[in-house]
């Protein structure tokens, strides 16, 4: 068979976010989808899912890994934004540890270096943290922008400004101040 058209959600144009179907009209195409909250006075919040032990297990450096806190983080974020039930946990927990790894990875970098010794022929060679990092980045990349692809095609209200994400990286960037 010969090409036919873009793999599905690999090409075309970007879906638009609820949000802004919603601010500029529908222009009679396809019902909205909108998530919208009971009129009732007392609303009851979803209790979150307590993170898995491994979030924040004993690390054999001594130090405490992160992943617990980004969680929570996130799991508030998406609550805040009533979209924490559309987001599996374990979704949740992968991107919390991938984002915790690349943290950790970092605080190695920043520790022991860029360059290494190669075991056998004792030359200088880059650091296997970096490799790591960089492998933990991307993954923690992937994982967010799925969640972020969720609350930006599901929620109807305002969901810019600082995100779980910024928070990662101010945690990067302040490091050594810890």
Not at 85 to 97: D, G, P, R, S
Request: proline content about 7%.
């Amino acid at each position: 068979m010969g090409n036919r058209g873009p793999q599905p959600r690999t090409g075309g144009r970007p879906r638009k976010p609820l949000a802004d179907k919603i601010l500029e009209g529908n222009h009679g195409r396809e019902p909205l989808t909108v998530i919208g909250l009971p009129d009732t006075p007392c609303l009851e919040g979803a209790e979150m899912p307590s993170p898995h032990e491994f979030l924040s297990a004993e690390q054999k450096s001594g130090q405490d890994l992160v992943a617990s806190e980004i969680y929570k983080a996130t799991w508030n974020w998406l609550q805040k934004h009533h979209c924490e039930h559309l987001v599996t946990q374990q979704n949740l927990e992968q991107y919390a540890m991938a984002a915790a790894r690349w943290i950790q990875c970092e605080e190695a970098i920043s520790q022991f270096g860029f360059l290494a010794k190669h075991p056998t022929t004792g030359a200088a060679i880059i650091s296997p943290y970096v490799a790591a990092a960089r492998e933990y980045s991307k993954h923690a990349n992937a994982l967010w922008n799925q969640i972020y692809a969720v609350v930006r095609d599901n929620c109807s209200t305002d969901y810019s400004g600082q995100s779980p994400q910024d928070d990662v990286m101010e945690r990067l960037l302040t490091m050594r101040r810890r």
